[in-house]
């Protein structure tokens, strides 16, 4: 049986994104009329059938959301999906959470599961690579919020956090007690994580007045940060500075391999407020973003689209991104000033 055409089907031909396409097969007075007459009879050519079954059911309410998070086992994400869960619990909605493994394709999977469960909305880490999906869902009807990280699509709500004011306080104070180089383990560079957070480490070493400084570009596993860490100490770093929880996790498992005593021998200040970070001999300083309130802000902002669906906009703020602020949260691992060095200098 041969493939339906799509609605992406009928964007390309047209040369024109999803979401264009999709108003201007609903008579989107936003499209210009020649366009909207253009796409049409492409449409029709093409023999594109809107799924009329699928708009049916999407006006009927299963008080269910989507949750897709790329790992359980990362702490973070954990705590991101157990809190959506008790709050939208609390409010009326019960859950279905997808693990995606920082895997595109099986996000695209996951998202497609959920829409045929019929969820209410969706909130979602998302990858790139998936814009395509996205916002195919995002334009059809479907309340999708991203949290944690971008994607560049119209009218897409994405709730993430702004690294800056964490991450320079992080530096100065590493450059304060004398812990210098610092060594950064960074995420991946397919992640708006991870480079959001790697250009606000160079712009608070600059701010610092240090020189570049030793970078290991990573991704965001435990693996990763224990190799980062071990290839960074063996370049002679005095701190390191993970990205994730992870990554942090790692960083403590390289030193311990290596008989490096964190908060004596070496700084260490990790990412996300990780409980067991606490239990340490000397805890973990840490840069937190408060995962708690982003997942709920995320919840709040799904549920007024789904209880909301004909309001143009949610609030007078709400045009994008939404960038919560990260806090640096000072621990013995780092709040210590390193040995002075043989001429007296530290």
Known sequence: MPRSTTLKDVAEAAGVSISTTSRALADNPAISEETRRRIKKLAKQLNYRPNAQ????RKSKTNTIGVAVPSLI?????EMATSIQQEAAARGFATIIANTNENPDELRRSLQVLHNQRVDGMIIVPNEGTEDLVEELHTSGVPVVAVDR???IDGLICVVSDPSRGM?????HLSEHGHTPIGYLSGPMSTSTGRKRLEAFHEACAEAGLPEQPVYVGGYRQSEGRMGATELLGQGVKALLAGDSMMTIGAIEACQARGIEIGVDIAV???DNYPLFELLPKPITIIDQDVAAMAIRALDLVRQQIEEPNRQRLDSTVKGKISTLTQLIVRASSDFDAPATAGGAR
């Open 74 to 78: 990362n702490p973070y994400y954990a």
């Open 150 to 152: 971008e994607l560049a």
């Open 54 to 57: 699928a708009r049916a059911l």
């Open 168 to 172: 320079n306080a992080a530096v100065k």
């Open 269 to 271: 200040i990790g990412f």
